[in-house]
């Protein structure tokens, strides 16, 4: 299998569930991320992953918890979610080598819906 | 407060003709700029890229202007296809941050 692949393609739990989100990259990177779609907001970056450290972690709230165990798999836990958590889940990979560019390659996302 | 904008939610171009996207930017801070393209249920698609000392990157239909002055880049699709039809984020990057605009669904009728 090639590129980024994300499992479940589409996830409904209850606020009170605790589910993962998986990512996996089959590219070689070494940079992983994950970003949350709204309906009709930009992308916005929610944690950056770069040689399994954590790089980033732009104000998100604590009951997403990102887990990296490798440079190839990417997890988002996620425990008391509200409602308006409903997005697009998507992660990317990039490879990261250095200078100013860094191009992402996305996964299909995972459609989230909190009940 | 969004540093990427697109402005254009959608844009409707015939087969054969040319599609200009648009996307702004306020920080002068980026130094990479990037286009995606996504189809429903799938995540976005890479298109093309340019770095902050270029102005024009070409791709075969596809081509980046960056206007660094104004702060403002464009994509350009020539000729346009049925299949170009999508919604384009452009992106900005500086950093560990990256930066998306809202998208501009195009539509390109045969």
């Known amino acids: 299998e090639t590129g980024v692949t994300q499992t479940p393609r589409h996830l409904v739990m209850g606020m009170t569930n605790k589910k993962s989100l998986k990512c996996e990259q089959h590219?070689?990177?070494?940079?992983m991320y994950w970003y949350k779609q709204s309906a009709k907001k930009p992308l916005e970056l929610m944690f950056v992953?770069?040689?399994?450290?954590?790089?980033e972690n732009n104000s998100v709230p604590s009951r997403f918890s990102p887990e990296c165990p490798n440079s190839s798999h990417l997890f988002l836990h996620l425990h008391t979610l509200q409602p308006e958590d409903s997005a697009l889940y998507l992660c990317a990979s990039s490879a990261r080598q250095g200078g100013i560019t860094d191009t992402q390659y996305f996964g299909p996302g995972t459609r989230l819906t909190v009940l | 407060d969004q540093q990427v904008k697109q402005n254009s939610p959608s844009l409707s171009v015939q087969e054969g003709r040319i599609s200009i996207l648009n996307c702004d930017y306020t920080n002068s801070m980026f130094d990479y700029f990037l286009w995606y393209k996504k189809y429903p249920a799938e995540g976005p698609t890479f298109l093309i890229s340019i770095s902050s000392i270029k102005d024009k990157n070409e791709d075969g239909r596809f081509t980046v202007f960056l206007n660094k002055s104004a702060k403002h880049l464009s994509l350009h699709i020539v000729p346009s296809q049925p299949g170009d039809s999508a919604v384009y984020f452009c992106a900005a990057n500086t950093g560990n941050q990256f930066y998306f605009g809202t998208g501009t669904s195009l539509t390109v009728i045969p």
């Open positions: 590219l070689g990177h070494n940079a």
């Open positions: 992953y770069s040689l399994e450290e954590r790089v």
